[in-house]
């Protein structure tokens, strides 16, 4: 008990000029507007992002079990296929 009174005892004294918030994220304070993002270019990259996740739920591609490149190829297109189909 003493000591969390200490503590409470102890707290820094706020800083002048600028606000918490600024003090504890400097990086805000400094943030410059995002660049723009095409909107189609992300829907093409989120195709991608998605069916690649979709491909890695297949145990086969996920941990590239097959040893050669052509039957690891194989492997990812007959489960795009299958993919696709249902």
Known sequence: MRRRRRLRQRRPAPLPDR???DARHPERSRAQA???VDPEAYK???LIE???CR???WRRIATR???LATNFAAAVALAAIVLWWT
């Open 19 to 21: 606000t918490w918030d």
């Open 34 to 36: 995002c660049p723009s």
């Open 44 to 46: 093409l990259r989120n």
């Open 50 to 52: 998605r069916m690649s």
């Open 55 to 57: 491909l890695k739920d």
């Open 65 to 67: 079990y097959d040893k």
